[in-house]
């Protein structure tokens, strides 16, 4: 993973000449809603130097059980590890408190030994999440080394015959892919401009192209799982793990994608995969199951909706990735973007979801679905719904600087 190609150089180029956003009016940011942010930053930092009086110390943070006042926690190879840390320095940007900063680091020193972890493609999620915030806050050698190595590790699950990075290891004749995957190429692209390595690059770029094609129906709702023949690359079966039924739209993987898509056109340019994400955002916001504060039920085909469970975890990622995707598209869809997720944070920001000081052990945001089929993680605070909420919320905060 040494060499230079023609291939990145050209991709570079074409990056470069392609980079202009759409261009449109800027966002008339709502007053009341950014003083709601900044005060729920505050309460947030709070909130976490709470929960981290309350953690084991070689333990990461998973959800409270509000039920039996119990914190569940996990050790790093977690896929959820990277996201208290990241949390933490989203929090310590906005806030500079060093107590923040000082958790954050203790949790890497915790975390860095899963840059050699091969047995998971969430990598992203546990390694970018975390280090990759800490390379922006206070860039060390160190740390672009702990990243670099997890590219590798994570490019190891790659199989060029089905063209996708592995996620769940199973039985030798199965190779399953889920659409949350898309979300660790993020690391993928970094590796690339930090290395000038282009196998990254090419990795991700095939990885999200054999989903594009296998992972959606006509609609452009997304399936959660498609089962690849290792030896031939040809689809096997399509199916679901955490939604309501193999043809049903869960929600949480609509989100994966839609985030997934605009990480792909920020960091190639290539206009199919704005149509993609575009696409996956017409069949969020236009669907007739999503209820007017536009935060979604676990599944947009949950039997029971009206009464179905919310997913705040679903709603903040869809909400970061709006505003980043509406940067890319011109008015009226831009506008739309933005509405949404504006509608999005202030459904967040309100009593329902945003939990008090003090309470919901430590975690801001209450009413996130984990894994409603198995039972597990349901109705719940959710590391990840934290972290895309601060996301958010930075987004928002940002989104007419530098224009």
Wanted: one cysteine or more.
């Amino acid at each position: 993973m040494k060499i230079r190609s023609v291939f990145f150089i050209n991709v570079l180029s074409i990056s470069f000449s392609l980079s202009c956003f759409a261009q449109h009016t800027s966002f008339k940011q709502d007053k009341n809603l950014l003083q709601t942010i900044s005060s729920n930053f505050k309460n947030t930092a709070t909130q976490y130097q709470f929960l981290m009086n309350n953690l084991p110390p070689d333990k990461f943070p998973k959800t409270y059980q509000l039920n039996i006042n119990t914190l569940e926690t996990s050790k790093s190879g977690w896929w959820c590890s990277g996201f208290y840390p990241g949390t933490l320095l989203l929090l310590y940007q906005q806030t500079k408190d060093k107590l923040l900063l000082n958790e954050a680091n203790r949790m890497l020193d915790l975390l860095q030994k899963e840059q050699y972890n091969k047995n998971t493609h969430d990598l992203g999620f546990m390694m970018y999440c975390s280090f990759g915030n800490a390379e922006k806050t206070e860039p060390k050698p160190a740390y672009k080394q702990v990243l670099i190595n997890s590219a590798k590790s994570l490019s190891t699950r790659f199989n060029p015959k089905v063209g996708c990075i592995k996620s769940w290891d199973s039985k030798p004749t199965d190779f399953l892919v889920i659409i949350d995957n898309m979300m660790n190429l993020e690391l993928l692209f970094w590796a690339t401009k930090a290395t000038g390595d282009s196998s990254f690059y090419k990795i991700a770029v095939t990885h999200a192209n054999t989903t594009m094609k296998n992972h959606f129906r006509p609609d452009c709702s997304s399936y959660h799982v498609i089962n690849y023949n290792p030896e031939t690359g040809t689809v096997q079966q399509k199916k679901t793990a955490q939604g309501y039924a193999d043809e049903s739209a869960w929600a949480r993987g609509q989100a994966w994608g839609l985030y997934g898509f605009t990480v792909m056109y920020r960091e190639t340019k290539d206009k199919k995969y704005l149509d993609q994400a575009t696409r996956i955002a017409s069949f969020i916001l236009q669907n007739p199951n999503l209820p007017k504060d536009k935060v979604p039920y676990w599944d947009f085909n949950a039997p029971n909706i009206p009464d179905a469970l919310r997913d705040a975890s679903a709603g903040a990622i869809i909400a970061s990735a709006l505003l980043e995707l509406g940067k890319y598209e011109p008015d009226p869809l831009a506008a739309n973007y933005f509405k949404s997720a504006e509608t999005i944070l202030q459904t967040l920001s309100n009593s329902t979801y945003l939990a008090k000081p003090g309470t919901n052990g430590g975690f801001i945001l209450e009413h996130s679905v984990g894994n409603f089929p198995a039972k597990s993680e349901v109705n719940v605070p959710l590391t990840y719904a934290d972290y895309y909420f601060l996301e958010a919320m930075m987004r928002y905060q940002n989104l007419n600087k530098n224009k």
